[in-house]
């Protein structure tokens, strides 16, 4: 989706930004995640970063393997900065809000603020890559990627638009896959954490047939060989 604003290296973010702590969630450069805002601390968020101009907001999710207070439970260390592309609001005090991903960020200490909302200081550096856009997508396996797909919308019975699937870039087709699948905190964070596009679609396909392979029919044979 085309922004307002152009990031072309991680001097062009900034260093301190506001983050939404939300299991499950993975957001990706270039991907789009819509949201429901309605808690009152992230409601302040958004408004906040809307006065400010930047319109960033930093995704992560609370690490499952560290115990903490459940208001402000302990995060992983890499996460994904978005800018507010799209906000509506509801009329009854809610925003619906669809952020595009700029690039990952590693977070290197969270700051004591007097906001409601959490707030760290992160580093861009290591993922320079995620400012190229489409980098890498000659190296995915898409036929793999593809199969998997397939597979998977058999075993639950769902359908998809194919034509609209097979004309995806790599990057664009991998990443909202990675973003839209249901899968669970770890393996969202280990595609988050790929170091490139076509590792990312491996882990995509490894979980995805690990999934598959847990499904049995009622005669307790799998559904796909």
Not at 64 to 73: F, L, S, T, V, Y
Not at 102 to 110: K, M, P, Q, T, V
Not at 128 to 146: H, I, M, N, P, W
Request: include cysteine; glycine fraction near 8%; hydrophobic fraction near 40%.
């Amino acid at each position: 989706m085309p922004m307002n604003a152009s990031y072309r290296g991680p001097a062009d973010l900034p260093k301190v930004i506001p983050v939404f702590p939300l299991a499950g969630a993975l957001l990706l450069p270039r991907g789009q995640m819509p949201l429901n805002i309605f808690e009152p601390r992230y409601l302040a968020l958004i408004d906040d970063a809307l006065r400010d101009g930047h319109r960033l907001i930093g995704m992560i999710q609370p690490d499952p393997r560290k115990a903490g207070p459940e208001d402000q439970p302990p995060l992983y260390k890499i996460g994904c900065v978005g800018r507010i592309t799209q906000l509506a609001e509801t009329g009854d005090g809610r925003y619906l809000i669809q952020l595009t991903g700029i690039a990952r960020f590693r977070l290197e200490s969270e700051l004591s603020v007097a906001t409601a909302y959490r707030q760290c200081q992160v580093t861009y550096a290591p993922f320079g890559d995620d400012f190229v856009a489409r980098r890498g997508e000659d190296e995915v396996d898409r036929k793999a990627v593809l199969e998997a797909l397939s597979d998977f919308l058999k075993a639950n019975k769902l359908k998809a638009d194919w034509d609209g699937i097979e004309s995806a870039p790599n990057e664009a087709l991998v990443n909202a896959l990675a973003m839209m699948a249901p899968y669970g905190a770890a393996e969202k964070q280990a595609m988050l954490e790929a170091p490139d596009l076509k590792t990312r679609a491996e882990i995509l396909v490894a979980v995805t047939k690990m999934e598959l392979a847990k499904v049995v029919t009622p005669d307790g044979e799998p559904p796909l060989q």
